[in-house]
């Protein structure tokens, strides 16, 4: 199959392989994995009585302090009306059972962010209370040539196509986080913001992948999935996404 090095990369797609590259980024880091399965499928049972075949692979940091959660194949809920494909969380502490934090990405966001993010994960040492303020989030993108809004230049950046979009504010629901004011979804009292990502092709046009980060996810995280999202760098890929052909560049690669 031929390769391609494409760009803009946060058009590019996930070249069908987003959690292979992931999951081998993982295991660079030493991280160990475990696939769960739940249901089954015995070959002359009546399909009436079958059940679904679901299972989810966790991979889990030496620490225990930082996990992911592959769970396309599982029941994951939607972000911008696609299914989550992967989930990162992290904790302050291996005795506690709840994250601290997750973040989540749909299929079509390419590898290389995830992986880029999942790598500043590795080496921050304590994942929980790394410092930084949102601005560094804005800078990373800025760097690369995205566009601050010009009605929210604190909170939000594009890219200049305005296909790809981050934004800090309220947040979807069923994201979880340990901020007790994650909870609130209505009422005057505010609830707390974070970060999202996402690619469309035209207002009200299907996204072609989102990101969100809960509340309490560091900034310099984000910061370096913003980095890479934005990144000016092409990426290698074999499959190319068809709804996004016409604005790729693509050079044949070898």
Known sequence: MPAYWVGPRHLAGDDGCLYDVVADSLAGFGWTSLTTVRGRRELDEPLEDRQVLRSTVLHMSPDALRWAQW??????????????????????????????????????IPGEAIADFLLALEECGQPTNVAASPQAVLEAAAANGWLLDADHPHAAAMHPTFTSRLSFGEMPPLIQDADPRALIVEGDVPGVAGWQAWAELGMDAECLWAASFSASVPHSLVASFASSLSS?????????PENTLDLLLCAPAG
């Open 232 to 240: 000016t760098a092409p990426v290698l890929r074999r499959v190319l």
């Open 71 to 108: 769970t396309l194949s599982d029941e994951p809920f939607h972000l911008g009306g696609l299914p989550i494909a992967w989930q990162i969380s992290a904790r302050s502490d291996a005795s506690r059972s709840l994250a601290d934090w997750s973040a989540y990405f749909t299929p079509g």
